[in-house]
């Protein structure tokens, strides 16, 4: 079966991801949806909230519950199997990394929208994605 991977997090850009990747599904019968969240410890943590790496593995899938219900409404909707995946560390490395290991075909992605500024300044996930993955990359705004 092939699979496209879709990075999943809280935003809108992320949902347009969701429905343009199960409109994909849709039209090529025989792909599945691969729905990944990735915690990411820096910015999902605060000096007065500090969470080890094994608290952060263990709230994993409490997280991505909460981030995927939306997607997860689109897709049972639509009929279309997908399956869901946490990770915790750098986003763009482990949606790379995901993409490998699970031998997928493509990745799907909502970009936030920066500018290019911001973009040069930090970089985005998407833009990173692009770079790290030996697959083809759709960004969706």
């Known amino acids: 079966m092939k699979k496209i991977l879709v990075a999943c997090d809280k935003?809108?850009?992320a949902l347009r991801a969701v429905q343009y990747a199960a409109g994909e599904v849709r039209d090529n019968r025989g792909w599945e949806?691969?729905?990944l969240h990735v915690l990411d410890p820096v910015t999902f943590t605060s000096p007065r909230n500090a969470l080890s790496p094994?608290?952060?593995?263990r709230l994993c899938p409490q997280e991505a519950e909460r981030v995927?219900?939306?997607?997860r409404?689109?897709?049972d909707d639509a009929g279309i199997a997908y399956r869901i995946r946490?990770?915790?560390g750098d986003a763009a490395r482990e949606i790379?990394?995901?993409v490998r290991e699970s031998g997928c075909?493509?990745?799907v992605i909502g970009t936030r929208g920066m500018g290019p500024a911001a973009n040069f300044m930090i970089g985005s996930v998407a833009s990173r994605v692009v770079h790290l993955a030996d697959v083809p990359v759709t960004l969706v705004k």
Do not use: K, Y
């Not at 094994?54 to 593995?57: F, G, Q, V, Y």
């Not at 995927?68 to 997607?71: E, G, K």
């Open 11 to 13: 935003s809108e850009n």
């Open 33 to 35: 949806l691969e729905l």
């Open 54 to 57: 094994e608290d952060l593995t």
């Open 68 to 71: 995927f219900a939306p997607a």
């Open 73 to 75: 409404r689109i897709l």
């Open 86 to 88: 946490c990770r915790v």
């Open 96 to 98: 790379a990394a995901q």
């Open 105 to 107: 075909q493509g990745v």
